[in-house]
C-alpha cells in the first residue's frame, strides 16, 4: 500500500514538474514576444539622435524667433541671455555693470534696487 502511495506520489511530482516546465517555457516565450524586446532596443539606438534632432531644432526657432520678442539685435540678445545666472557671467560677455532697460539687466542682479545691475562694490 505505501509503495503505490509512493509511486503515485513520483508520478504527481513528474507531472507537477513537467506543469512547471511548460509554465516556465511559455513564460520565456511570452517575455520574448514582449515590447521591451524588441522595440525598445530600436527606440533605445535612435533615442540620442531623435533627442539631438529636438534640442536643434528647438535652439533654431529659438534662435529666428529672437527679434520678434526682442528690442535687441540677436546677438545682443544671445549676449543678454547668457548673462542671466549670475554677475560673474554678466561680466564676462561684457555687459555688467547695466543700467535698467539695457541688455544685461537682471532685476535679481540689482541687489540695492537702485537700477544698477552688477555694480562694483567699493572694498
Known amino acids: 500500500m505505501s ?3 509512493c509511486n503515485m506520489r ?3 511530482r513528474s507531472t507537477a514538474d513537467e506543469k512547471a516546465l511548460r509554465l516556465k517555457s511559455r513564460f520565456r516565450e ?3 514576444k514582449s515590447f521591451r524586446d524588441r522595440s525598445s532596443q530600436a527606440f533605445s ?4 539622435l531623435l533627442t539631438l534632432a529636438f534640442v536643434l531644432a528647438f535652439l533654431s526657432l529659438t534662435y ?3 527679434p520678434f520678442f526682442s528690442p535687441w539685435s540677436r546677438s545682443v540678445t544671445l549676449l543678454h541671455l547668457a548673462s542671466a545666472p549670475n554677475c560673474d ?3 564676462s560677455v561684457g555687459l555688467a555693470p547695466a543700467i535698467r532697460g539695457e541688455p544685461g539687466y537682471w532685476p535679481k542682479h540689482d541687489a540695492d ?3 544698477i545691475a552688477c555694480e ?4
Open 64 to 66: 529666428w524667433a529672437l
Open 120 to 123: 562694483p562694490w567699493p572694498r
Open 113 to 115: 534696487n537702485d537700477g
Open 10 to 12: 513520483v508520478t504527481d
Open 3 to 5: 509503495k503505490i502511495l
Open 30 to 32: 511570452v517575455s520574448s
Open 89 to 91: 557671467a554678466a561680466r
Open 45 to 48: 539606438a535612435w533615442a540620442p
